[in-house]
């Protein structure tokens, strides 16, 4: 089967709203803009680019009222700094019962979309994805990768 996911689609009474801050904190380019429709997809040449789903918003008559059935969890280098960062372009801190075990953040946009700032991923589960193999010792993108204790 040759079957790829083109969009993700998010409902808003104003779609410039929820696209506002997701063009900021995903750092993506707005490809399309009409009055009930705005597409945000990578920025264009980036590694994304192509690959990733585009985000689409779509203006509807009803506001959300539920906790949203679908998400989506971002994985940053530095959870804590993401979250604040996030928080300065207006998402805030949200209870969807995960109580106080979990390892992720779960968050809000500015129209109330819940999503998810998960940890960093240790050097050992970036090997075992076969994403970084080796790379304990070493500075990633600034960091110094180091393999947990047992």
């Known amino acids: 089967m040759n079957l790829r996911i083109q969009a ?8 410039k709203v ?16 009409a009055e009930d ?20 918003f779509l203006k509807v008559p009803e506001r959300k009222e539920l906790k949203n059935r679908l998400h989506l969890d971002l994985r940053p280098e530095d959870q804590a ?5 996030l928080e300065a372009l207006g998402a805030v ?14 968050m809000a946009d500015p129209d109330g ?16 994805q076969g994403l970084v193999p080796g790379i304990e ?3 990633v993108d600034g ?3 180091e393999r947990p204790a047992n």
């Open 113 to 128: 979309n819940e999503f998810c700032v998960l940890r960093a991923l240790r050097s050992d589960e970036l090997e075992a």
């Open 37 to 56: 429709e705005i597409v945000l997809e990578p920025p264009a040449g980036s590694p994304a680019d192509g690959v990733c789903p585009d985000l689409l």
């Open 8 to 15: 993700v689609s998010i409902d808003s009474t104003d779609p």
């Open 18 to 33: 929820p696209a506002d801050f997701w063009e900021k904190a995903l750092d993506w380019r707005r490809t399309y803009e």
């Open 93 to 106: 801190r949200v209870d969807v019962g995960q109580g106080p075990e979990v390892t992720w953040v779960v």
């Open 137 to 139: 010792g070493q500075a």
């Open 81 to 85: 700094e993401e979250v604040k960062r």
């Open 143 to 145: 960091v110094t990768v």
